[in-house]
Nanobody, 112 residues
Framework: EFVESGGGLVQAGGSLRLSCQAS????????MGWYRQEPGKQRELVAG??????KYGDSVQGRFTVSRNSAGNTVYLQMNSLKPEDTATYYC?????????WGQGTQVTVSS
């Protein structure tokens, strides 16, 4: 199980920090990170860690930062300079041994 926290309502220009923690031990995740989805739209990559590399969606580059803890069972997303278009449900994911596991989703709403 992967438990997300940190979502909420924030004004444009504000910041939020999302966390996603696995309830058990994870061995060598190939990748971890965050996607987001708006109603009626496809899920899109926000930020991910693959091996030692970090990648970001074009719309969040320079504003969001993805990180992980040393144990590899928690992934974070620091979101700064938030915009109304960042409003979505955010899902964490872990890729482990060829399988993708998802968090339950946390809502982020940015008011103008």
């Amino acid at each position: 199980e992967f438990v997300e926290s940190g979502g909420g309502l924030v004004q444009a220009g504000g910041s939020l920090r999302l966390s996603c923690q696995a309830s058990g031990t994870i061995y060598n995740p190939r990748a971890m990170g965050w996607y987001r989805q708006e109603p009626g739209k496809q899920r899109e990559l926000v930020a991910g860690i693959v091996g030692g590399a970090r990648k970001y969606g074009d719309s969040v580059q320079g504003r969001f930062t993805v990180s992980r803890n040393s144990a590899g069972n928690t992934v974070y997303l620091q979101m700064n300079s938030l915009k109304p278009e960042d409003t979505a449900t955010y899902y964490c994911y872990f890729s482990i041994r060829g399988h993708d596991f998802w968090g339950q989703g946390t809502q982020v709403t940015v008011s103008s």
